[in-house]
C-alpha cells in the first residue's frame, strides 16, 4: 500500500507541483498580479468550455452511464447535504456559518479532478471526467444557490419570485453549462463536416488545465488563513474523506468498470470549488470561513486523494 501510494502520488504531482507554482508567482508577482484575474476570465469563458465541449462533443452517451453517474451524485450530495443540516442545528450555526460548511463540502473543483484524470487515464479520463461534470456542474449550482437565496433572502425579507427567476438566468448564461450543452448538440449531430471546430476546441482545451492550476495556486492565500477547528473538521472530513467513500461504494454497487470507479472518488475526493468564496461573500455568508475551508482543503488533498486512490 505504501508503495502505491508514492507510485500514485508521484504520478498526481505535477497538478499540485502547479498549484503551488502559480501560487509561487503571485507572491512574487511574475507576472503582474492583474494577470491572474485576467487569467482566470480567459480560463473561466473561453479555454474550460472549449475543453467541455471537446470532449463531450464526442461522448456517444447512453441512459445507463447518465443514470450510473447521476446516482453517484445525488447519493453523495443527498447524505452530505442532510449531515451539514442536522449537525448544523445540532451545534447551532447560523445559515451564514452552515452554508458555507455545506459549500466545502459538496462543491468540487473540478479543474483539479479534470488535470488528475487526464494525468492518471490520458483522453479516456478526461472523457469520463467531462460526463460527471455534465451532471454535476448544473446540479450543484442549482442546489447551492437556491439553498444560498432561500435561506439569506428570508432572513433579508427580500426572498421573491424575481430572485429564482434570476438565479436561472444567471445558470442558464454559465458559460460551462452552455459549452456542454453544445457539445452534447454535436455529439448526437455526429457531424464530420464540423470536425474543423472540435479540433480547434481541442487545441483550445490542451492549454486550460494547465493555466487553471496556475490561477487556483495563485488564489490560495494561506497567510489569511483563520482557523476555525469544528467547522473546517466538519467541512473537510465530508469533503476529503466521506464523499470519496461514498462515490467508491456506489460505484462499486453499480458495477463500473476499474477506470469509472476512479474518476469517480476522484471527483469526489477534489478540494471544494475556489469560487465557493465568492458566492458566500456574494451572498453574505462567512466568507472567512470559506477561504479557510478552502485552502486547508487544497492543502491536505496533496496527501489525502493518493492514500485513497492507493486504498483503491
Known amino acids: 500500500m505504501l508503495s502505491n501510494f508514492f507510485q500514485i502520488f508521484l504520478l498526481v504531482s505535477p497538478v499540485f507541483l502547479l498549484i503551488i507554482l502559480g501560487n509561487f508567482l503571485r507572491r512574487i508577482k511574475v507576472p503582474d498580479i492583474s494577470f491572474w484575474e485576467i487569467n482566470d476570465k480567459l480560463c473561466y469563458w473561453v479555454l474550460i468550455p472549449a475543453l467541455l465541449f ?17 446516482i453517484i451524485i445525488y447519493v453523495g450530495f443527498f447524505i452530505a447535504i442532510l449531515t451539514v443540516l442536522i449537525l448544523g442545528k445540532l451545534l447551532g450555526y447560523p445559515p451564514e456559518r452552515w ?13 483539479i479532478a479534470l488535470a488528475i484524470t487526464g494525468s492518471l487515464f490520458g483522453d479516456e479520463g478526461l472523457k469520463i ?5 455534465l451532471i454535476y456542474v448544473p446540479s450543484i449550482n442549482i442546489i ?6 432561500m435561506n439569506f433572502g428570508q432572513s433579508k425579507k427580500n426572498a421573491s419570485k424575481n430572485e429564482f427567476i434570476t438565479v436561472f438566468i444567471e445558470l ?3 458559460p460551462f453549462i452552455l459549452a456542454m450543452i453544445a457539445g452534447l448538440i454535436f455529439s448526437i449531430a455526429q457531424s464530420e463536416k464540423l470536425k474543423v471546430i ?8 490542451s492549454a486550460a488545465l494547465p493555466i487553471m492550476l496556475l490561477t487556483i495556486g495563485a488564489k490560495i492565500k494561506v497567510r489569511d488563513l483563520a482557523l476555525t477547528i469544528t467547522p473546517i473538521l466538519i467541512s473537510n472530513f465530508l469533503k476529503l474523506l466521506a464523499l470519496p467513500t461514498i462515490a467508491f461504494f456506489v460505484a462499486n454497487y453499480l458495477e463500473l ?13 477534489v478540494p471544494t470549488a475556489v469560487s465557493s468564496h465568492t458566492l458566500a461573500r456574494q451572498f453574505g455568508a462567512d466568507d472567512q470561513l470559506m477561504t479557510s475551508i478552502i485552502t486547508t482543503q487544497v492543502i491536505l488533498s496533496f496527501i489525502t486523494i493518493p492514500i485513497l486512490l492507493a486504498f483503491i
Do not use: C, P
Open 129 to 133: 471526467a467531462s460526463i460527471f461534470m
Open 257 to 269: 468498470n476499474e477506470i469509472e470507479v476512479i474518476v469517480a472518488v476522484i471527483f469526489a475526493a
Open 99 to 111: 452554508t458555507s460548511i455545506l459549500q466545502g463540502a459538496v462543491r468540487q473543483n473540478a479543474f
Open 54 to 70: 471537446h470532449y463531450i462533443s464526442q461522448i456517444n452517451l447512453s441512459s445507463e452511464m447518465l443514470y450510473s453517474y447521476s
Open 172 to 174: 442558464s448564461k454559465n
Open 144 to 149: 447551492i444557490v437556491t439553498t444560498m437565496v
Open 198 to 205: 472540435i479540433d480547434t476546441s481541442g487545441l483550445l482545451g
